[in-house]
C-alpha cells in the first residue's frame, strides 16, 4: 500500500501485529507505525513467540480483558533494535533476549519487598496489559527482558525452540518448585508444552514422571514416554504406584479430585494454569492427611535466572510446531483443539 491515502509510505516505518479487537473474535492482521521505546523501555524484533494456553484464555475471554485492542503473545524471543533513554539495564542494540508473561512489577508494594513479585498488586503483564509478541516487534520494559546467552547455531530455528521456555518452561519450573524438594514420583496432568519441559527437567533431577493425558490419547502418552516418562495413562487411569505430588496443567477442574487420589498422605496438587474450570465438590477423605492443594501465579525475574540456567547446563528437547505469523489464529485453534505434540510457536 502506498500512495497518499495510505499512511503507511514505504519510508514510514511499519510493523506487522495480529491483534485481538473482541473476545472469541479471530485475531486480525493490523499494519502499524513501528513504536518508539520509552524511558527504560526496549523495542525488540520478535524472532519467535510461543502460543500459551492463556492466549487462548484470553482470546477466548475467560479472562477478563484489562486491554483492547490487545496483541497476545508472551513467550519471546527477540533481538534488541532501539533503547528507549535512560535505558541503563546493560542490554544493547543487537542482543537477544527473552520477554515473559511478567512485563513489569512495581518493586514497592508488600510483595514485591518480600520476593513475591509474581504477586505484585499492580503487575502489568506482557500480552495482557501491554501488547505482546504476535507481533514483528514488541516494546518491553528492559529490567523484565531476559538476556539470552545460549550458543546459537541457526537464529530462526534457535529462537521457535526457546520461545516455549519463556513461559511453558518457567511457569513448568515455579510448578515443579511448588511441588516439593521431596517429590521423588510426579504426576503431570495435560501433557502440552508445559509438561513435555517439566517432565525433562523433573528426570534430569532424578524424579519419576507419570504422566496422565486424555483418556485415550495414545499419540501424546507415546510422546510422553519417549521423553523417559516411567508411565503414561488416561486422566481416569490409576498410576502403578503412589504419587508424591501432581502439577495440573490441563484447565480441568475435576482433575484437581482426580489427582488428590493419585498422591499419597502429605502429598501436593499444584494447579499450574492461571484458569481452571470449576473444580467439583469432593468427599474430605480425598484431602485428609495432610494433602494440600496450591496454585502457582506468574514467575519472578529469579524465577526465570535459575530456569534459563538450568536449561542451559541440562539442555532440553523443545518440540514445536511453527506457523507464519499471519497464521496465529489455525495455531490457537489447533492448541484449542489438543492437535499440537509439545508447542506452538509463532515466526514473524
Ligand atoms: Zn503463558
Ligand atoms: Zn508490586
Not at 500512495?3 to 499494519?31: H, I, N, T, Y
Not at 528507549?84 to 515473559?100: H, K
Not at 492427611?289 to 547446563?313: I, K, P, W
Request: hydrophobic share 45%; with cysteine; charged share 20%.
Amino acid at each position: 500500500m502506498s500512495g497518499p491515502s495510505s499512511p503507511f509510505s514505504p519510508d514510514v516505518p511499519a510493523m506487522r501485529a495480529m491483534v485481538l479487537k473482541a473476545a472469541r473474535q479471530p485475531l486480525e492482521m493490523e499494519r502499524r507505525h513501528l513504536p518508539e521505546p520509552g524511558p527504560g523501555e526496549l523495542r525488540l524484533r520478535v524472532l519467535a513467540c510461543a502460543v500459551c494456553r492463556t492466549d487462548l484464555h484470553i482470546v477466548d475471554g475467560e479472562l477478563p480483558l484489562p486491554m483492547l485492542p490487545i496483541v497476545p503473545g508472551h513467550e519471546i524471543v527477540g533481538v534488541v533494535e532501539q533503547a528507549g533513554p535512560g535505558e541503563e539495564a546493560g542490554l544493547r542494540v543487537g542482543d537477544r533476549v527473552g520477554v515473559p508473561w511478567l512485563g513489569h512489577s512495581c518493586g514497592c508494594c508488600a510483595f514485591c519487598l518480600e520476593g513475591r513479585e509474581n504477586l505484585c498488586d499492580t503487575p502489568r503483564f506482557t500480552g495482557y496489559h501491554r501488547d505482546g509478541g504476535f507481533a514483528s516487534h514488541v516494546i518491553a520494559e528492559a529490567a523484565f527482558c531476559l538476556p539470552l546467552t545460549m550458543p546459537t547455531t541457526d537464529a530462526s530455528a534457535d529462537a521457535a525452540r526457546i520461545a516455549p521456555l519463556m513461559c511453558a518452561g518457567l511457569i513448568g519450573w515455579r510448578s515443579l518448585k511448588a511441588a516439593g524438594e521431596g517429590t521423588r514420583r510426579l504426576g503431570l496432568y495435560g501433557f502440552g508444552a508445559a509438561a513435555h519441559l517439566v517432565a525433562q527437567v523433573a528426570i534430569a533431577q532424578g524424579r519419576e514422571v507419570f504422566a496422565f493425558t486424555r483418556p485415550g490419547d495414545l499419540a501424546a502418552q507415546a510422546f510422553a514416554r519417549s521423553l523417559g516418562a516411567a508411565w503414561a495413562g488416561g486422566s481416569d487411569a490409576q498410576p502403578p504406584v503412589p504419587l508424591d505430588a501432581a502439577i495440573l496443567f490441563a484447565p480441568v477442574g475435576e482433575l484437581v479430585p482426580a489427582a488428590l487420589r493419585v498422591v499419597r498422605k502429605g502429598g501436593r496438587v499444584v494447579c499450574g494454569g492461571i484458569h481452571m474450570s470449576d473444580i467439583p465438590a469432593f468427599p474430605y477423605r480425598l484431602l485428609w492427611e495432610e494433602r494440600s492443594v496450591v496454585s502457582v501465579a506468574n514467575l519472578t525475574r529469579a524465577d526465570a535466572t535459575e530456569f534459563l540456567a538450568f536449561a542451559q547446563a541440562h539442555p532440553l528437547q523443545v518440540h514445536v510446531r511453527t506457523y507464519p505469523l499471519a497464521q496465529a489464529n489455525e495455531a490457537l485453534a489447533d492448541l484449542r483443539a489438543g492437535r499440537i505434540e509439545g508447542a506452538a510457536v509463532l515466526l514473524p
